[in-house]
């Protein structure tokens, strides 16, 4: 405010900013150890000889309170850090002199650690924000993993959510690489339990939970735990006999699931209406996750989408029941980049006979409306949970960065692409110029009888 008094009414007002030479003769301070008054001294187990930074103490306790407290009463001051934090402490201490620093994948953790340790906030908020927003950057070892188990141990809520739903929606990419082999029991578990897992199938789930299972050798409870959160009815009758007769995992614990193998047997072979009579079918086990094979649904690529409505059209197996099979689901879909609500729509005013109001076209949204072309009295027992999955391109890579669910009571999704800006080739939700989407129909089986067994 002072400042802009300073400048109101005056023409010859000037900014003199010299801010980036300030920066540049603090990290010469901080090089040449010119003026300290302090050492600190970085011993890692993973050297004989420690590192020296000649620092400044009020450099160092402006930014952080334990520095402040560690040099009140002394000069000199020697650190224990693991090697993984020692080699960044450099880049570490050049971010209290600078205030920016710059780090790759593999070094996220370490300098979290270090901003925690020494309770640098703003670099510890800077970090996190870092790990969120690059949980799609390809790394030779993967990375989410490793990010979801720290963030667990820290305590991080926020980052913990963000990886974990990362994983969810991308399963298929993390089950074929080498961070698979690092999911932790818990983390495993909580996978298993969601039902917005974006895979090919249940089948390649469960082929993915027996690498596991091989690889670590759990105790039994522990893999039969495991084993009885696969989705078994979603499995076809005959890939269930194969795996029966192949699967080692399946043979070693085939008393704690061979409930579940019966049960899913019986699901295949009665009508879903007689099955449910003496089923609850109202749970987990026999709803469908989100699955990226033919029969669940269909990729549609809009090129241009912000230029007009289009329609396409597709067909979907009525449910997973194999008694249903043979049973086909069309549905319409269409999509209209500018569709514009009630209170938006142009209408006559009253001021000016036949004039119409105008309306911008950036006032409209895109709307995504899902219908059957058809009824049948097969559809009786039967609702439709409708999932749109929206593929972005992220360093490199095409992978499901929003979900957009909605149920039989409603066509469409209220939210679709509500903060999506299609005009603009730029836009993160555009991969070369097309919306990609893939639509998945998920049946689900509900109870009209219900009988004491």
């Known amino acids: 405010a002072a400042q802009k008094a300073d400048f109101s009414g005056d023409s010859t007002a000037a900014t003199i900013n010299h801010s980036l030479t300030l920066l540049q003769r603090l990290q010469e301070l901080l090089q040449n150890g010119n003026g300290s008054d302090s050492v600190l001294r970085v011993r890692s187990a993973a050297s004989d000889e420690p590192k020296v930074f000649h620092t400044h103490q009020l450099l160092l306790s402006l930014q952080s309170e334990v520095f402040e407290s560690l040099l009140r009463n002394q000069s000199v001051v020697t650190l224990h850090e693991p090697p993984e934090t020692a080699a960044l402490f450099e880049k ?47 790394s030779s070892q993967g990375h989410v993993v490793g990010w979801y188990h720290y963030a667990v141990r820290v305590g991080d809520a926020a980052l913990q959510e963000s990886c974990l739903q990362f994983l969810a929606w991308n399963l298929s990419a993390v089950l074929g690489s080498a961070e698979w082999g690092s999911v932790s029991v818990e983390l495993l578990l909580l996978l298993l339990e969601r039902s917005d897992l974006v895979l090919h199938s249940e089948l390649e ?108 059209s597709f067909q979907t197996q009525l449910g997973p029941s194999s008694h249903d099979a043979g049973k086909r689901v069309t549905w319409n879909v269409l999509f209209s980049p500018r569709w514009l609500p009630v209170s938006l729509r142009p209408v006559y005013s009253d001021s000016v006979a036949g004039a119409i109001q105008p309306v911008r076209i950036e006032d409209g949204r895109p709307r995504l409306v899902i219908t059957p072309a058809m009824s049948s009295p097969d559809f009786a027992g039967v609702s439709f949970q409708k999932t749109v999955l929206v593929g972005v391109r992220q360093q490199g890579r095409v992978l499901v960065k929003h979900a957009y669910s909605f149920h039989q009571s409603s066509d469409e999704a209220a939210d679709f692409l509500v903060h999506a800006d299609l005009q603009k080739r730029t836009s993160e939700y555009l991969i070369d110029n097309s919306l990609h989407l893939h639509i998945i129909i998920k049946p689900v089986y509900h109870s009209l009888i219900k009988v004491k067994k």
């Open 92 to 138: 570490f201490i050049r971010y209290l002199y600078c205030g920016g620093v710059s780090i790759l994948l593999h070094q996220a953790i370490p300098m979290h650690q270090l901003a925690s340790k020494y309770r640098v906030w703003g670099l510890q908020r800077g970090v996190a924000e870092y790990m969120r927003t690059h949980l799609a950057s390809e």
């Open 205 to 312: 789930l469960y082929t993915a939970v027996e690498g596991w299972l091989s690889r670590r050798q759990p105790e039994a409870p522990v893999a039969e735990q495991v084993l009885r959160a696969i989705r078994y009815p979603m499995i076809a009758p005959s890939q269930l006999f194969r795996l029966q007769a192949q699967s080692a995992v399946l043979a070693r614990h085939r008393g704690a699931v061979q409930d579940l193998l019966f049960q899913a047997f019986q699901f295949h072979a009665a009508s879903p209406l007689h099955f449910a009579k003496y089923f609850d079918v109202n749970c987990s086990m026999f709803l469908p996750r989100n699955y990226l094979a033919p029969n669940w649904g269909s990729q549609w690529v809009i090129t241009n989408p912000a230029r007009d409505d289009r329609s396409t």
